[in-house]
């Protein structure tokens, strides 16, 4: 996985990376999709992640398969400190994990792990190329309805 993402970071052109109060007018009260072919587990696909960030900090993961609704505890939480997005949450609920945004021009969101010391430290983790308003829906953009 380390090898992958020093190849997506090298081969991707970076976008202009986003101050504090960028990162909240871009994610506050939004959800970002991200659409894979395979699942994690390398079985077919397709693989949808939404992650929803209400306006008052709460952090909701939800994923298809294979979960049927979106996964939240009162503890999940996001934040923007010293120009990074951090949040408390899936798929590690009791650590803080920060990341550095940027926007392509393509109005793409890219997002790279803010980990001093780590061999991850700086790399890209996630090209979102869909924010929708709102929580996350069961019917958005042609997916298959879950409720």
Not at 40 to 67: E, H, K, L, M, S
Not at 85 to 102: F, M, N, S, T, V
Not at 135 to 142: A, I, K, V
Request: charged share 30%; glycine share 8%.
């Amino acid at each position: 996985m380390l090898h992958d993402m020093k190849a997506a970071t090298r081969d991707a052109a970076h976008g202009h990376e986003l101050d504090g109060r960028e990162i909240v007018a871009t994610i506050s009260g939004k959800t970002l999709v991200d659409r894979y072919e395979k699942r994690p587990d390398g079985g077919a696909g397709p693989y949808i992640i939404r992650r929803y960030f209400t306006a008052d900090g709460r952090y909701v993961f939800a994923d298809q398969p294979p979960f049927e609704s979106p996964m939240a505890s009162d503890r999940d939480r996001w934040r923007v400190a010293h120009d990074q997005l951090c949040i408390q949450g899936p798929p590690e609920p009791d650590i803080w994990k920060c990341y550095r945004l940027a926007r392509t021009n393509d109005g793409a969101l890219q997002s790279f792990v803010a980990d001093p010391g780590s061999p991850y430290d700086g790399l890209l983790t996630v090209v979102t190329r869909e924010i929708v308003d709102g929580p996350p829906s069961s019917t958005r953009s042609g997916d298959t309805p879950r409720d």
